[in-house]
């Protein structure tokens, strides 16, 4: 099927529906096709379906002109199922051009950029009903797929219908990072089948003739390598190298930053576990070294001295405020591990609060006294109590302890979550040109 639809909604829906309120205000704001799924027995018709030149442009006005007018919470519930309803579309068309398979990754950049940017609205409760982290994540996952689909149709074309090695390396790259929370097996299964069809589309192969990769290809597979080296570090249980290789994730590779951002909660608490196996009981175990070792030293947004609490005296500090100690001492007592101050006495956490009012109230000249009292506190682990994640446990609760253990993002990968700034960085991180990125990775 070819479709014929020419407007942004077939003309029944144009007569029939109440427009959003992201189709209001101004012709620069049409009607956009809503979602809908088929009935049985219910012909598709030619006229409702758009074709390939229309969806491109849908495409471009949800994530140029919509992402722009205003607020994320209000935004992405309109976004996401238009954008649903846009790949519907392809799909009925059988659509196979690197046009359509950029749209589709340009979908799943804004799903993965989505789910890190509102995990900060969803955690504070500053919108109704926030994120669905679940329903989001599907939808990565049906856009990567078909971009996938859609690419390896490409590859086996040959010719000059191959897709551009950018392309490719990015849709495998995040097909992999998303896989990592799978069971072991099916994750490694994943790492072997994306090597293959990144091979299938030459992207680590050069123009023919066995000589030297041609340039695109190279900078394509090097930043295919950014994603497959802390991937396999995941496999490998080596816990502390992802964290480090997550943590140095080039500041240019925004996206790829975001998709390793959910799994840095459950590569710390394995860490936890693995320390609580390794370390003697009678041993104390230093909160700075914990802080670097389960890669806290980077802080929060803002890290000691930032923007003191607005709160009533006695309130807790918001997590903006918290330094890379009380994290770490945090995400610890999360996980049942006793944390000890000066003298072996253990840590209550109001006392931990109260040490953290003091370290914010003095900013960057926190006291003698106070910066000896983080300095003692040490983790003692106890054998005879477990912590709750192992790392041969099977990922099913994976997604309720991201939200446990870390539910705020925690740097500034796209500023203020209610903020026009953090749109237009979102905006831009979405819609980067392929060469500009896999640039950034030579």
């Known amino acids: ?21 992201c189709e209001e205000g101004t012709a620069s704001f049409p009607v956009v096709k809503a979602f809908s799924r088929s009935a049985a027995g219910v012909e598709i018709r030619a006229p409702d379906v758009r074709p390939e030149s229309v969806l491109l442009a849908v495409v471009d006005h949800l994530l140029g002109a919509v992402l722009r007018r205003g607020d994320m919470a209000l935004r992405d519930g309109f976004i996401a199922d238009r954008l649903r309803a846009a790949r519907v579309d392809g799909s009925v ?23 890190y940017l509102m995990s900060e609205v969803r955690a504070a409760g500053e919108a109704a009903g926030g994120l669905d982290a679940v329903s989001n994540d599907q939808r990565c996952g049906e856009a990567l797929d078909n971009a996938a689909e859609v690419v390896g149709a490409l590859a086996a074309r040959g010719g000059g219908g191959a897709p551009p090695p950018a392309l490719a390396a990015e849709v495998h790259a995040l097909r992999l990072l998303r896989a990592l929370t799978a069971p072991g097996e099916v994750a490694a299964g994943i790492v072997r089948v994306t090597s293959k069809q990144l091979h299938a589309c030459r992207c680590g192969g050069g123009g023919g003739g066995g000589g030297a990769p041609a340039a695109p290809a190279a900078a394509a597979f090097a930043r295919w390598r950014l994603a497959l080296a802390p991937a396999l570090a995941w496999l490998g249980g080596r816990w502390g190298e992802f964290l480090r290789l997550a943590g140095g994730m080039p500041p240019g590779e925004p996206i790829f930053r975001a998709a390793l951002h959910p799994l840095l909660p459950l590569a710390r608490a394995r860490l936890l576990a693995a320390l609580n196996e390794a370390v003697p009981r009678a041993l104390p175990f230093p909160l700075a070294a914990a802080e670097r070792a389960l890669a806290f030293t980077g802080g929060s947004r803002s890290a000691a001295g930032g923007r003191r609490s607005g709160g009533s005296e006695g309130a807790p500090p918001h997590i903006e405020e918290e330094p ?33 009012r003091e370290w914010l109230a003095a900013g960057e000249g926190a006291s003698e006294r106070t910066r000896a009292a983080v300095a003692a506190l040490a983790l003692h682990f106890n054998k005879a109590a477990p912590l709750p994640l192992r790392p041969e446990e099977a990922a099913g609760a994976d997604l309720k302890l991201r939200v446990a253990l870390c539910p705020l993002r925690e740097d500034a990968f796209l500023g203020s979550a209610a903020g026009a700034a953090s749109a237009a960085a979102l905006e831009s991180a979405i819609n980067a040109p392929l060469e500009v990125v896999a640039g950034s990775a030579q």
């Open 1 to 21: 099927m070819r479709g014929t639809c020419a407007t942004f909604a077939p003309p029944h829906e144009l007569q029939t529906r109440i427009r959003h309120r």
């Open 93 to 115: 068309q059988q659509l196979r051009s690197a046009g359509w398979a950029q749209a589709l990754l340009r979908m799943a950049r804004y799903h993965v950029a989505a789910g």
């Open 324 to 356: 890379p100690w009380f994290r770490a001492a945090r995400f610890a007592v999360q996980l049942r591990v006793e944390v000890r101050g000066e003298g072996g006495a253990p840590t209550t956490a109001d006392g931990l609060f109260a040490l953290l």
